[in-house]
């Protein structure tokens, strides 16, 4: 079955820098655009970047622009997210999520990962 | 930017009864809609996109309806394991992105 296992998570301190993995299992991980969406403590879900499924073009929101960075290596299956320049607004569980469409993007969400923490704090 | 704004922000209701809720966006997204369903301590699932399709290995209690600004999530009968909070969100064709609606509860009443 389709699976994406987050880590990386943890405590940093702010304008410290972080760096989260997701492996994809289960489908073939190269044909699929690839999302990371995060929610903050008993908050609701916030879009947060999106890569295509080749590699080659990726968007993100403007509360992350030019401080988080989304790549993949589809040869292991696995994408990330390097956070810099992190705020304590920036706390949040991070889940990766997988595009439901395939070779494409439709930006709907059909399969998650469990989430990593990030806990931004002095 | 588009904001999607859900009513109520908590439903109680009990097993067995009908829950309606609602998603309406600040300008049109067409039927650029989709529902999911968070369980406490679970990742999101998707449930409902492009406003009425149901995704896959969802039960047909769950139907979506509407287009424009105005859009429904309606579970015909209440299970036990529906009592989770319920979010829509809009997708963007280009550049390619999301935005949520803030949520709602449905708690056993």
């Known amino acids: 079955q389709v699976q994406l296992v987050e880590s990386g998570g943890g405590v940093v301190r702010p304008g410290r820098s972080l760096r989260l993995s997701c492996a994809g299992s289960g489908f073939i991980f190269s044909d699929y655009a690839i999302h990371w969406v995060r929610q903050a403590p008993g908050k609701g879900l916030e879009w947060v970047a999106v890569i295509s499924y080749e590699g080659s073009t990726k968007y993100y929101a403007d509360s992350v622009k030019g401080r988080f960075t989304i790549s993949r290596d589809n040869s292991k299956n696995t994408l990330y997210l390097q956070l810099n320049s992190l705020r304590p607004e920036d706390t949040a569980v991070y889940y990766c999520?997988?595009?439901?469409?395939?070779?494409?993007?439709?930006?709907?969400?059909?399969?998650w990962g469990q989430g990593t923490l990030v806990t931004v704090s002095s | 930017e588009i904001v999607l704004t859900q009513s109520p922000a908590t439903l109680s209701l009990s097993p067995g009864e009908r829950a309606t809720l609602s998603c309406r966006a600040s300008q049109s997204v067409g039927t650029y809609l989709a529902w999911y369903q968070q369980r406490p301590g679970q990742a999101p699932r998707l449930l409902i996109y492009d406003a009425s399709n149901r995704a896959t290995g969802i039960p047909t209690r769950f139907s979506g309806s509407g287009s424009g600004t105005d859009f429904t999530l309606t579970i015909s009968s209440l299970e036990p394991e529906d009592f989770a909070v319920y979010y829509c969100?809009?997708?963007?064709?280009?550049?390619?992105?999301?935005?949520f609606g803030q949520g709602t509860r449905l708690d056993i009443k």
């Open positions: 969100q809009q997708r963007t064709t280009w550049p390619p992105g999301a935005t």
């Open positions: 999520a997988r595009d439901i469409l395939r070779s494409g993007w439709y930006s709907n969400f059909d399969s």
